[in-house]
């Protein structure tokens, strides 16, 4: 199909518009008739220019799924717009869990626990319910048949990441057994015991 | 006897991921704390060999957190070497499994502080999902709601099919038709009378009252006079539909309204 890349692009565009909710990248490439690597090059030129031009849509990718959303620098203006509330900020613990779950997945709750020294139920709970964890299989062998905990798509996007890969690292030991802090941007010391 | 020394790495490599070891010693306590070799398993040597490169290797750092390491490697020798002598040792055992609770403390508390580190990172991070709104996908199913659209020439256009279809359809006006109704040739009501005439003369059948009628609509005008009389009980009509008899019932014609 000779079409040139304008016309693709803005094809694409409105593809992501109307679907609203998360495409898989297959589906682009398969309605367009275009292979993948010229589709991701296409996405990335879209998500660069709304970036660039500072519009008011972002194009989002987690894994092989694209989206549009609004862009956050007009948050506070859209939100007045529809009157509604800035979504609640992620607790400690929450964010805690979340990480443990996010660094270590899949794991189960004892394992999340074991990590945090509490009882993490309720956090776990509330993280499923916000769609940020998701049970992805069960331990049939061990007592209790614990579940396994993943973090979800949701996760990638609320984060700004396209995958796991992009989590920023843990911190590693150094040779004394420290953790070494200082190599992260300006935040040391946060977590020395 | 490198036999232990085998498994651990194989359980190393496999479990890459999950669990990060510091170094041998590290890893023979965890797996001891897993059941998955039994003290007596370990070569004293190999303890030793680990214990003696991880002092030399601690001589170059902090020593406090260096200490926790070699009293670990010392507490493990001192019960390996009980447990030598008495395998029975029930003392040397808990002592064991003391050391193991305690290692396993420090690595949840190590892997607490990378967590608790990385959470600073990761709220800055959330704020961006905080800050999006998407938009929900468009229905499969269309509703009831019309999406479509069209130029505004296309309601004109329908307007005007309206108008054509007006003109034929209206039905023509009355007075095309005085001309056609103004003259009945045959009125019911004195259709009604020369019926009544003939009920007086005797006539009984039905069919007969037709006879003499001249055109259609003389004889539509009987038909609808012997109707009307039913309707105002004048005249009564039995029999079947091939002998059919007419009777009058005494009513006078007065009581026909036309």
């Not at chain 1, 079409?3 to 593809?15: F, P, T, V």
């Not at chain 1, 518009?17 to 589906?27: K, L, M, S, T, V």
């Not at chain 1, 916000?130 to 061990?142: A, F, P, T």
């Not at chain 2, 091939?242 to 026909?256: K, Q, R, W």
Request: glycine residues 6%.
């Amino acid at each position: 199909m000779a079409r040139d890349m304008r016309d693709l692009e803005a094809a694409l565009e409105g593809i992501l518009f109307a679907a609203g909710e998360p495409i898989h990248i297959d589906r682009i490439c398969s309605s367009l008739e275009i292979n993948r690597s010229t589709a991701e090059k296409l996405l990335g030129k879209l998500g660069d220019y709304y970036a660039f031009e500072r519009r008011g849509i972002r194009l989002l990718h987690m894994e092989n799924d694209w989206q549009l959303c609004t862009a956050p620098e007009y948050a506070a203006v859209i939100r007045r717009t529809f009157e509604i509330r800035k979504p609640a900020k992620l607790s400690q613990p929450a964010l805690e869990v979340l990480a443990i779950v996010a660094y270590y997945q899949p794991v189960t709750r004892a394992y999340v626990d074991q990590v945090r020294g509490v009882d993490s139920a309720y956090t776990v709970s509330l993280l499923l319910d916000r769609d940020l964890i998701e049970v992805c299989g069960q331990l049939k062998e061990q007592p209790g048949r614990p579940r396994l905990y993943r973090t979800t798509e949701n996760f990638l996007r609320s984060f700004h990441i396209s995958s796991l890969e992009e989590l920023p690292p843990l911190p590693g030991m150094d040779e004394s057994g420290q953790l070494r802090l200082d190599s992260q941007d300006g935040e040391g010391g946060a977590a020395e015991e | 006897m490198d036999g232990p020394v085998y498994k651990l790495e194989q359980v190393v490599h496999s479990k890459a991921g999950m669990e990060d070891f510091e170094g041998p010693l590290d890893l023979i306590l965890f797996l001891l704390s897993k059941n998955k070799i039994e003290i007596q398993d370990i070569p004293i040597s190999l303890i030793l060999e680990q214990y003696l490169a991880y002092l030399e290797l601690r001589q170059q750092m902090d020593l406090e957190v260096a200490s926790e390491f070699v009293t670990m490697a010392a507490q493990l020798m001192f019960i390996k070497t009980r447990m030598l002598l008495s395998l029975e040792d029930a003392e040397a055992k808990s002592e064991m499994e003391q050391l193991v609770k305690a290692l396993e403390e420090r690595r949840s508390s190590e892997n607490y502080a990378k967590i608790k580190f990385v959470t600073a990172r990761l709220s800055e991070m959330g704020e961006f999902g905080r800050s999006i709104l998407l938009k929900s996908p468009e229905p499969l199913e269309r509703g009831k709601v019309y999406k479509y659209s069209h130029r505004p020439a296309e309601l004109l256009a329908a307007w005007r099919q309206i108008g054509d279809r007006g003109e034929r359809r209206a039905p023509p006006p009355l007075s095309n038709f005085s001309e056609i109704v103004r003259q009945e040739p045959y009125p019911v009501e004195n259709k009604a009378r020369d019926i009544m005439g003939l009920l007086q003369r005797g006539v009984t059948s039905f069919r007969l009252l037709f006879r003499g009628n001249r055109s259609r609509s003389e004889m539509v005008a009987t038909f609808l006079a012997v109707l009307e009389m039913c309707r105002a009980r004048i005249i009564r009509l039995t029999g079947s539909p091939s002998d059919c008899t007419i009777t009058a019932t005494g009513e006078s014609l007065d009581s026909l309204q036309l």
